[in-house]
Every structure is written in structure tokens, then in C-alpha cells.
């Protein structure tokens, strides 16, 4: 899982993951789903001004991002599956941004947390 650039206030930034079998050659298959969870916590911004985390088109607004109610995410034919998080242009010094990609099962996580903070 790569990660473009790092989260900054007011930018977009893209994910990618790719899946692989055990040689590392990307693989494709149906029904290899991924998801992911969202936890916002930290000062003011988000609770006051209903600061909006836009993740795979899907908006999350201060609190916890359910995996099971967020958009599920298909890997193309070459494996590869690529989602933006778009950052507010407003947040608190104490603003925190936790997201965890997983398989669609919501219970295996695939690589490190991205986080702001």
C-alpha cells in the first residue's frame, strides 16, 4: 500500500493498493474486495464545523467511519486499486485523521495506518 503524498489540510492525496500472490506478481481476483475504517478525533474543527474528510468519494464527517457502511473498493484487472482522501482546508493543531485499509471482511488489515497528525 503506497501512499502519494502526505496528508496535508486542503490537498488530496491518492492510495494505492496492490494485490499480490505469493511470487508478488499482482493478482486480480473476483470478490477480492477491500474497504476501509476512518477514525477523526482531536480538537474543535471537526466537531464545531462539521469539517468534512472526503475518502473514496465517500464523506466522513467528525467520529468513526463504519467499514461495513463505507464504499467498497475492486482491484482492476492488474490488481491495482487507487482511492483519494481529500483534506479540509480547516483543521485544529489537535485535528487527528486515522484510516485503515482492510479486506472487505472488515477483521484483516493490509499495511500500516495512514494518518494526519
Given at each position: ?5 502526505p496528508l ?110
Amino acid at each position: 500500500m503506497e501512499l502519494n503524498t502526505p496528508l496535508v489540510a486542503g490537498q488530496t492525496s491518492t492510495v494505492t493498493v496492490t494485490t499480490r500472490d505469493s511470487n508478488s506478481d499482482p493478482i486480480s481476483l473476483n470478490g477480492y474486495i477491500f474497504t476501509y475504517e476512518v477514525q477523526i478525533s482531536g480538537g474543535k474543527t471537526y466537531k464545531v464545523n462539521n469539517v468534512d474528510y472526503t475518502i473514496a468519494d465517500h464523506t466522513n464527517i467528525g467520529g468513526t467511519g463504519d467499514p461495513t457502511t463505507a464504499p467498497k473498493l475492486s482491484p482492476t484487472v492488474n490488481g491495482i486499486t487507487t482511492f483519494d482522501i481529500v483534506m479540509p482546508t480547516t483543521l485544529d493543531l489537535t485535528d487527528n485523521i486515522q484510516i485503515q485499509v482492510e479486506i472487505a471482511d472488515a477483521t484483516t488489515d493490509i499495511g500500516s495506518q495512514i494518518k494526519y497528525k
